[in-house]
């Protein structure tokens, strides 16, 4: 199994630029979120699905948006990037019987 | 907001030690995760803690819980150098969704 993949590793981006952060996991877990970590904080929920076609806001919601049309994908949008977005993004999965497997992370920058 | 707050912020120890860090949260849990984090990688799952539980063993790990404080520690005894990473704590008060809530992490440097 390859786990939780995430893609791009590094994206920079410019201000008002869009893109999506890619998500996939192949262990057939139910439940998938993303998650920013900012320097020397912990990380914060943006997203979470609980199962295809279902999504929810978490924390940190504002100016991302997600979908879940298959078990194993969970693709994170940002609309019009801004630099209050810069930071760490973490995939993470998991089933009722497992605990969360992290993503090795995507690094954004937003000029 | 940080439901979980760890302490200490940053801890540097001899190999060969113990090293406990702790961490406190504001409100009911279904249970409480530790997760480690070596530099610029991703998370890797530790160990959970239920609420109904009081104590947990994994290996070198001990995690204990109190909900009447709020709190749970984490020892790693026997440190080695291979242990350096920041350690975080997660609260999951969905009981369903995993939605977790992070604290912002010990840094734990084993010298070696």
């Known amino acids: 199994n390859a786990g939780v993949t995430q893609t791009p590793k590094f994206q920079v981006l410019k201000t008002g630029q869009s893109m999506t952060l890619q998500c996939a996991q192949d262990?057939?877990?139910?439940?998938m979120s993303w998650y920013r970590q900012d320097p020397g904080m912990g990380l914060r929920l943006i997203h979470y699905?609980?199962?295809?076609?279902?999504?929810d806001q978490g924390e940190v919601p504002n100016g991302y948006n997600v979908s879940r049309s298959t078990t194993e994908d969970f693709p994170l949008r940002l609309l019009s990037a801004a630099p209050s977005q810069t930071s760490v993004y973490f995939c993470?999965?998991?089933?009722?019987?497992?605990?969360?497997?992290f993503g090795p992370g995507t690094r954004l920058t937003v000029t | 907001s940080q439901q979980g707050e760890e302490d200490p912020q940053a801890l540097s120890i001899q190999e060969g030690e113990n090293a406990t860090m702790n961490c406190s949260y504001k409100?009911?849990?279904?249970?409480l995760q530790w997760y480690r984090q070596n530099s610029g990688r991703g998370l890797v799952h530790l160990i959970l803690?239920?609420?109904?539980?009081r104590e947990k063993h994994s290996g070198r790990l001990r995690v204990t819980l109190d909900t009447s404080k709020k709190s749970s520690s984490l020892l790693i005894t026997a440190s080695r150098a291979a242990d350096t990473a920041s350690y975080f704590c997660a609260t999951d008060t969905s009981g369903s969704a995993r939605q977790l809530t992070f604290g912002s992490g010990t840094q734990l440097t084993v010298l070696p």
């Open positions: 262990m057939n877990h139910e439940y």
């Open positions: 699905s609980v199962g295809a076609g279902i999504t």
């Open positions: 993470a999965s998991s089933s009722s019987r497992s605990s969360e497997y």
């Open positions: 803690i239920r609420s109904n539980e």
């Open positions: 409100t009911s849990i279904n249970n």
